[in-house]
């Protein structure tokens, strides 16, 4: 189980202090693919910070389990880092890198020998439908297969949580599909919990069991997606479907 318990980040600026996270708490069963949604400057992209753990809460628990992520001491904090696979927004691939190496490049920082995660690398590149582009360059890459890379790259650790940014964003309709339908697959076939940061609701739709709609740095509804869909309580999820003006 993934737990997130009473998580609170706030930032100074010039007119004073924004709070983006507050006092938010979410559980997440081991294989859950979960979405979240929510309006620009929600809060998004500082959970999905603080979860990968580049930014540091102000207050609260992460935990895997029930493992406090947030009090490991230095030199524990890479291992369980691993434990959190991420594809930011925009795929950051290593544009000097060839596929392989993109994938791989995980496992070299923790020094691992090229024999003993070879075959692991190309099954990944095989999982996400890149093979036979093992040696081809990100500038080489359409945008779909870019984030499959990413992907691929996010997986090499065998993560216990998974985070993507907006995954779709930037795709075309024909590539969004098919890019869904790797990540039901790689859902089947890793059994590992999805968290889906994206703001088109279609994506929740199609691939998530559950969402949750974040507003002013607050979980304000959460549940089963057909549940928070078919019934919104909160104005702010009524705005997201459409339902209000």
């Not at 997130?4 to 996270?21: E, Q, R």
């Not at 540091?56 to 895997?64: A, M, Q, T």
């Not at 890379?149 to 969004?176: F, G, Y």
Request: with cysteine; aromatic share 4%; glycine share 8%.
């Amino acid at each position: 189980m993934i737990e997130i318990k009473g998580l609170k980040k706030s930032f100074n600026t010039a007119n004073g202090t924004l709070v983006a996270l507050d006092n938010v708490n979410l559980s997440l069963d081991k294989g859950e693919m979960v979405g979240i949604i929510g309006m620009s400057g929600a809060g998004k992209t500082t959970l999905l910070r603080c979860l990968s753990l580049l930014e540091k809460p102000d207050e609260g628990e992460i935990l895997i389990d029930h493992l406090n992520l947030l009090e490991a001491k230095d030199d524990r904090m890479r291992e369980y880092r691993q434990k959190i696979g991420v594809v930011f927004q925009g795929n950051q691939l290593l544009k000097q890198r060839n596929v392989y190496d993109n994938i791989a490049f995980p496992l070299t920082l923790r020094n691992d020998k090229k024999e003993n995660y070879d075959q692991k690398i190309r099954n990944l590149i095989e999982l996400v439908g890149l093979s036979g582009k093992e040696l081809s360059y990100p500038s080489q890459l359409s945008g779909g297969q870019k984030q499959r890379v990413a992907i691929a790259r996010a997986l090499a650790s065998n993560p216990d949580l998974l985070l993507l940014d907006e995954p779709t964003s930037a795709l075309d309709s024909i590539t969004t599909r098919a890019l869904l339908e790797l990540l039901k697959e790689i859902h089947e076939k890793t059994h590992a919990t999805i968290l889906i940061i994206t703001h088109e609701l279609s994506v929740v739709q199609k691939v998530c069991e559950k969402v949750v709609v974040i507003d002013g740095g607050q979980f304000i509804e959460q549940g089963r997606v057909e549940d928070i869909f078919n019934h919104p309580q909160h104005k702010t999820t009524r705005l997201l479907l459409g339902l209000e003006n």
